[in-house]
């Protein structure tokens, strides 16, 4: 698989289309707090910043606030109070007819790979573009691509139920960088799969941020975090409380 990527990097392949365009981080939260109906304060005055290019890890317990921020991140959640700016968009003063626009530039990747069961592989994939109103053979071109990055060209035309886990996660990376996003965001993407497959899945997110896009990784996977030794970013209680490059998943003294 990671042959695959390096073989498609030589051949030329660009990162993300638009990330030239705009100097700054790809995400800049400053001052966001997010406080639910009920009450419950899932963040407090967070401030943070991914560059281009980087690959961060967001941890933290259950219930600290990491699906609160990815969701702000893809203006799913709303803050309370503060600014959230991803891939040049004031994510939330976006009227609701352009949020798509924010979507093209930010993919995610779940847990639950959440594919459509009744469309291939190639068909899944495509379908990122074609609600954007992408032409035909703009999609077309791009699929492929996308495919031949994640090592699916060869099970294009596959349904959903014929692929092992590790398979379906791969479609749903491909899915998620066929619009060449500046920002992919994987929430827990091992969480389903076996440890060699789960490396397997994070050695192709790596290779994906060589191409440029910058990648945030949600995981409870110790093991993962603490080998790779990329930034992490702590999350506790809904507020921000590690920051630190080249860490462990733990933090250390």
Excluded: C
């Amino acid at each position: 698989m990671v042959e695959q990527v390096e073989t498609t990097i030589r051949e030329g392949a660009s990162g993300p289309r638009h990330s030239a365009e705009r100097p700054g981080p790809v995400v800049e939260l400053r001052g966001v707090a997010v406080t639910y109906p009920s009450g419950h304060a899932a963040l407090a005055g967070i401030d943070l910043a991914l560059e281009r290019g980087e690959f961060a890890f967001l941890v933290g317990p259950s219930g600290a606030g990491k699906s609160t921020l990815i969701g702000l991140l893809v203006r799913d959640v709303a803050p309370t109070s503060g600014t959230v700016n991803v891939a040049g968009f004031d994510v939330h003063a976006l009227r609701a007819g352009d949020v798509h626009r924010l979507r093209r530039r930010v993919g995610v990747v779940f847990q639950d790979f959440r594919l459509l069961a009744r469309r291939t592989v190639r068909e899944n994939i495509a379908f990122a573009l074609e609600v954007t109103g992408a032409p035909e053979p703009e999609i077309d071109a791009a699929v492929e691509r996308a495919m031949r990055i994640v090592g699916l060209a060869r099970l294009a035309d596959r349904y959903p139920a014929e692929l092992s886990g590790g398979e379906q996660q791969r479609t749903a990376i491909a899915r998620a960088i066929v619009g060449e996003p500046e920002l992919l965001i994987a929430d827990e993407p091992t969480g389903n799969l076996d440890p060699l497959i789960s490396w397997e899945i994070m050695e192709l997110l790596v290779q994906i941020n060589r191409l440029g896009v910058t990648v945030l990784v949600a995981t409870h996977d110790s093991d993962i975090v603490t080998t790779l030794r990329r930034r992490v970013i702590g999350l506790d209680g809904g507020r921000l409380i590690r920051d630190e490059a080249n860490a462990t998943y733990h933090r250390v003294g």
